[in-house]
């Protein structure tokens, strides 16, 4: 299953309007401005937020200051849902992409809610599985595809689902530390995918120019590798 064909599905895709209106009247309201703090690495309230809309990127800030990127969180999608069934405090810092909406719902009160109704349960179950399926996709990029089909799957797993075109706002440095990549390196898969007419970069974003074309450059690529 290639992450080309199988994106993975935001958590209020899996929910009737009913259902959000549900999650929306129990959970806490939050407006965000572009690249606010949403949560800190370490925090320890138990918790679960959605993205209503907007976007979040989430990442850990390394010993030199550097921020590392690890995933790029569309509308509909949700985080912090382990603090909720686990003693672990949150992982990464995260923060807004542009113009962006939460609804914070407390543990308790999503504990409640799915006891209730047990479809919310099923619906964080099958995102999460999801997600998971996504860490998969990034560990065979990481460890097994050359040098431009690694950086354009990633490129894949990091989009928002929706839209034919994706613009993803982080840095190309940002990209290259999170590939374990030099500049160079990542500079000349990026120019390689620019030239085939399959991203163009621009200050402070990359953007996919066509994710059907991306997805149908890299399976014919790399094959079933």
């Given amino acids: 299953m290639d992450l080309s064909k199988h994106r993975p599905k935001p958590f209020?895709?899996?929910?009737?309007?009913?259902?959000?209106?549900?999650?929306?009247?129990?959970g806490r309201s939050r407006s965000l401005t572009d690249g606010q703090f949403i949560h800190s690495r370490g925090d320890g309230e138990p918790g679960i937020s959605v993205i209503e809309k907007g976007a979040a990127r989430a990442g850990i800030y390394g010993p030199d200051g550097g921020f590392i990127l690890t995933s790029f969180i569309g509308a509909g999608h949700s985080f912090g849902e382990f603090t909720v069934f686990t003693d672990l405090p949150l992982s990464h810092d995260i923060s807004a992409v542009g113009s962006t909406r939460l609804i914070n719902i407390p543990a308790q009160s999503f504990l409640d809610l799915c006891e209730t109704e047990p479809a919310f349960l099923s619906a964080l179950l099958r995102a999460t599985l999801l997600r998971s399926h996504v860490l998969i996709e990034m560990l065979h990029a990481l460890r097994l595809l050359p040098l431009v089909p690694r950086v354009a799957k990633y490129l894949l797993i990091m989009a928002p689902t929706t839209g034919a075109n994706s613009k993803l706002h982080f840095r190309?440095?940002?990209?290259?530390?999170?590939l374990g990549l030099s500049r160079a390196s990542m500079n000349r898969a990026l120019s390689e995918l620019e030239r085939l007419n399959l991203v163009r970069r621009d200050y402070g974003y990359l953007e996919i120019c066509s994710v059907p074309e991306l997805s149908v450059w890299l399976e014919k690529t790399v094959g079933d590798d």
């Fill in 12 to 26: 209020l895709d899996f929910l009737t309007q009913d259902q959000i209106t549900l999650l929306k009247a129990i």
């Fill in 172 to 178: 190309q440095s940002d990209l290259a530390a999170t």
